[in-house]
């Protein structure tokens, strides 16, 4: 870990110690090749910490879904290790793994809500599905009160194709929290929304998941949104970049994402006219910090 890894998690703002938190999750050494011989990922480690948002950034194509596929366990790694609090994913079975499920959210790119659900009924699926015994009607209401959390309670009656893209990705926000995970995943939580839309879709993510006292680990390419909300990041290499391609090309704070004179980090940050608008108001800011 590098010092400003170091200065993360919920250790963060005290005094330093010798003990390091524990991770909720690590990867190990991830390596992913393709049936078709492809070489995804390339030796890929980090840690997340509890409470923390981690980013996954990188350029289309680079591997960011790929590498979130594998945490969550949809996809397995050709070799290497994921370890989620404190257990080997892909080899866990049975009520161990409905236990590990129930722990995390998931907020997929497209929202994926069902449409002949109403937005209630959306919310109310997980719940039902993991607390069969508990009566419906106090899931409803647990589901109610989700929907209120995203500012939707109202329209809870309405069919995903009647609302419109922020709302979904809401409801879809909604829906990944229903269960207070310890971990939640999310990948492109933002894409297709406009800059306005995506700055409050960012800032509702942030405020709830802390309120719930929740890890993220965040898929984007959008360089304002990895400013706004991230604790840590990577970014991977894509297949523009060579030996590169499919490896750590850098991880720590945003910090160190803003001062780093690696050319590939360059040359992403600066490509988004957002993130440097960001770079710019931060550079003549004292002290120069990112989160407000
Ligand atoms: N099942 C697959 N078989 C072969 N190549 C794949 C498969 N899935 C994804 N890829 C390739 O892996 C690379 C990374 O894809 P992906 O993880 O979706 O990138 P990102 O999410 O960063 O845009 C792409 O070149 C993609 O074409
Ligand atoms: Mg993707």
């Given amino acids: 870990m590098s010092d400003s890894d170091s200065a993360i998690g919920p250790g963060k703002g005290k005094a330093a110690t010798p003990e390091l938190p524990t991770p ?26 509890p409470e923390e948002t981690f980013v996954i950034l990188g350029g289309s194509g680079c591997g960011k879904s790929t590498l979130l596929n594998i945490l969550i366990g949809v996809l397995e790694p050709t070799s290497g290790e994921v370890r989620i609090f404190g257990e080997n994913l892909h080899r866990l079975q049975g009520d161990k793994l409905k236990a590990l499920h129930v722990r995390c ?28 015994s508990v009566d419906p009607a106090v899931l409803m209401e647990t ?18 194709s009647g609302i419109s893209g922020g709302m979904k990705k809401r409801v879809a926000l909604a829906r990944a929290l229903a269960l207070d995970p310890d971990l939640v995943f999310a990948d492109e939580p933002t894409s297709g929304l406009d800059p306005v839309s995506t700055q409050e879709i960012d800032e509702m993510f942030m405020r709830l998941t802390r309120r719930i006292g929740a890890a993220a680990i965040v898929v984007t390419h959008d360089i304002a949104s990895f ?59 004292p002290g120069g910090t990112v989160r407000s």
């Fill in 227 to 285: 400013f706004r909300i991230a604790h840590r990041a990577i970014m991977l290499g894509s297949e523009r970049d060579g030996a590169l391609q499919g490896r750590i090309i850098l991880q720590g704070d945003t910090q160190k994402f803003r001062a780093s004179d690696h050319p590939i980090v360059r040359r992403f940050l600066d490509f988004d006219r957002g993130g440097q608008d960001h770079l710019d108001a931060v550079a003549k800011c």
């Fill in 24 to 49: 909720i999750l690590e990867v190990l050494n991830l390596i992913k090749v393709f049936p078709n011989g492809r070489t995804v990922l390339n030796g890929i480690s980090f840690q997340v910490f």
């Fill in 143 to 160: 589901a109610r009160l989700k929907l209120r959390m995203v500012g939707l309670e109202e329209h809870g009656s309405k069919r995903p």
């Fill in 105 to 132: 959210g998931m907020l997929f790119q497209s929202g994926a809500l069902i449409e002949s659900l109403s937005l209630l009924g959306n919310v109310h699926l997980p719940l039902r599905e993991h607390y069969r």
